[in-house]
């Protein structure tokens, strides 16, 4: 893939803070539909789902998730999740640079586990389930570290940043203690090195809508991007994620009148424009189908 491109798909968020690159989200939520849009990042992520009916998108891989359990998204990987009921869906991540742990004498752990998941050379199992003699201590270690977390003032801000030297401190020696159960347990393996093609077809389209959603996109110049005939690949685009390239684009669409209609008070016919649809009645039908409501109900709603 051309590096600009896949440059623009990754996450630019700064997860915790530059000396100390470490955060938390959580997610707790009634609503059916997409939790987290999809995007890779160089952090290490581990997601502890509480409860709820959720499916993630790893790659090329969907997973259904219906009870508890932890997944581990490693460096560079395309995921998304979606929730898919309107029951009460939570779950908690925890993403951080594995360079963070690194030990500033050369040691034995250095050598053969910190700088292999700093170069990307060796990868975290994919999930863990309560029945694995290795979870409750994985567990113990996650909730340790949202812990820490907790005693920060901005803790309930997602991404919060451990600024205290004792939060850090906790944080850190309980991911090493999770480092060394998933070592124990021999839950690691040799990273699959090979690109698969793919996921980089998948980056580009999503890229490009990215790029172009103010405009019209036809579902064949998203086809001969990834060199494929427009069937072939929306039955391709969505096993990938999900959704049919309509409902990624329109999805893109309605996420950005919302930003527009919460930051700005731009009028709903130019947040239309704006967003990439071009008759309003059209708009407001999508936006109505995604959200339940009208654009300016909306805004008064999140103005109270």
Same mark, same amino acid.
């Given at each position: 893939?051309?590096?600009? $491109? ?7 968020? !700064? ?6 690159? /470490? ?10 539909? &997409? ?34 359990? &932890? ?9 998304? $999740? ?45 999930? !863990? ?16 570290? @949202? ?31 999770? !480092? ?10 040799? *990273? ?13 389209? $999503? @890229? ?16 001969? !991007? ?31 009148? $919302? ?12 947040? /239309? ?29 999140? *103005?109270?």
């Amino acid at each position: 893939m051309n590096p600009e $491109i896949k440059s623009k798909l990754k996450e630019e968020r !700064l997860h915790g803070t530059s000396s100390f690159p /470490c955060g938390i989200y959580r997610t707790k939520t009634s609503q059916k539909g &997409i939790i987290v849009k999809h995007h890779w990042h160089e952090e290490i992520e581990v997601i502890h789902f509480i409860k709820g009916d959720f499916r993630l998108l790893v790659n090329m891989e969907s997973y259904e998730i219906k009870d508890e359990c &932890i997944f581990f998204i490693n460096s560079g990987e395309l995921h998304g $999740i979606i929730s898919e009921s309107k029951s009460l869906n939570e779950e908690h991540a925890i993403v951080f640079q594995p360079g963070l742990l690194s030990f500033e004498a050369y040691d034995t752990a250095q050598m053969y586990l910190i700088n292999p998941l700093k170069n990307n050379e060796i990868s975290f199992p994919r999930c !863990l389930y309560p029945d694995h003699p290795s979870y409750a201590s994985v567990l113990d270690c996650f909730i340790n570290v @949202t812990d820490a977390f907790e005693t920060e003032e901005d803790s309930k801000v997602q991404g919060a940043v451990a600024k205290a030297v004792i939060a850090q401190l906790q944080i850190k020696v309980s991911l090493l203690k999770m !480092l060394s159960v998933l070592y124990q347990f021999r839950l690691y393996s040799d *990273s699959y090195r090979d690109t698969d093609t793919r996921v980089e077809l998948i980056k580009a389209s $999503i @890229t490009f809508i990215r790029n172009h959603y103010r405009e019209k996109i036809y579902i064949h110049d998203l086809a001969s !991007l990834a060199n494929m005939n427009e069937q072939y690949f929306c039955r391709f685009f969505k096993k990938a994620l999900g959704r049919t390239p309509t409902e990624y684009i329109n999805d893109y669409r309605i996420r950005n009148a $919302i930003s527009l209609l919460e930051t700005t008070d731009l009028p709903v016919m130019n947040i /239309c424009l704006d967003s990439g649809f071009f008759n309003l009645g059209n708009f407001l039908k999508i936006f109505r189908r995604y959200t339940g409501t009208t654009p300016l109900q909306y805004r008064k709603e999140k *103005s109270k």
